[in-house]
């Protein structure tokens, strides 16, 4: 099987959050909406995200759509670290809706959900959720999932659905920070396109 082929199917990118003792989520690329009216969307979590394990608690989520504005820092850190270990909203400017909180900067706008029926599809789980509010807050351009890896250079984590393992003859160098891999040599003043780590972060792969 060429798994490359799956680079040439489309997504947006978003942060998927929600709420239990504490405020968490996960940069997802996995959202289609199903129907339109009552609209019905999905999102697919991979079982060993801590964001899945909430929202199969409390059945609710707000979906953040991100612009090509956002500072990549903040996926960096929803996309590549757990709630598990850190509070990912302390220093995110968020405002809660119906419970669950949603990213006030550099968003088109936002959903909110309520989980209606969750398929098992081994690896990850598909939520199936009902949008029972949603407001357009702004017309920033609407980030893809291929300009997060064409203009941004970004990678996608082992768990994230889409994740392909990168096979290669030069170095490579990972960011023990964001997990961005950049290949061939590391000149001095190298910063990492995606977090801004230095030199030190970088790790031979
Ligand atoms: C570009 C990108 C796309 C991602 N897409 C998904 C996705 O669709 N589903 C998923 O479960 N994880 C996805 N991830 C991985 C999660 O965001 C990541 O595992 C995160 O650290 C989980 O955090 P949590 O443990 O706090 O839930 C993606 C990450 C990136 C950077």
């Keep these: 099987m060429d798994k490359k082929v799956f680079t040439d199917i489309s997504y947006g990118m978003y942060i998927v959050s929600c709420k239990d003792e504490k405020n968490c989520g996960c940069v997802i690329n996995t959202l289609i909406q199903l129907t339109n009216e009552n609209p019905i969307i999905s999102i697919c979590l991979n079982k060993k995200n801590y964001t ?16 090509e504005n956002i500072d990549p820092n903040i996926i960096s850190k929803f996309g590549f670290q757990s709630s598990n270990d850190i509070d ?11 419970g669950v ?6 968003i088109c706008g936002y959903l909110i959900c309520e989980v209606i029926n969750i ?3 081994e690896s990850h789980d598909l939520f199936i959720a009902r949008v029972i509010d949603t407001e357009k807050t702004n017309d920033l351009k609407p ?13 996608a984590p082992k768990k994230a659905p889409t994740y392909i393992e990168e096979k290669s003859e030069e170095d490579s160098w990972v960011c023990d920070i964001c997990g961005y891999v950049h290949k061939g040599n590391l000149p001095d003043d190298f910063k990492c396109p995606i977090c801004g780590a230095d030199l030190s972060h970088f790790k031979k792969k």
């Design 101 to 106: 909180p949603i990213l006030k900067d550099s």
């Design 143 to 155: 980030m893809t999932y291929n300009y997060y890896h064409e203009v941004l250079k970004g990678k």
């Design 52 to 67: 899945n394990s909430i929202i199969k608690k409390t059945k609710k989520f707000a979906v953040s759509i991100l612009s």
């Design 119 to 121: 398929i098992d599809v």
């Design 88 to 98: 990912k909203f302390d220093d995110i400017f968020y405002e809660e809706k119906e």
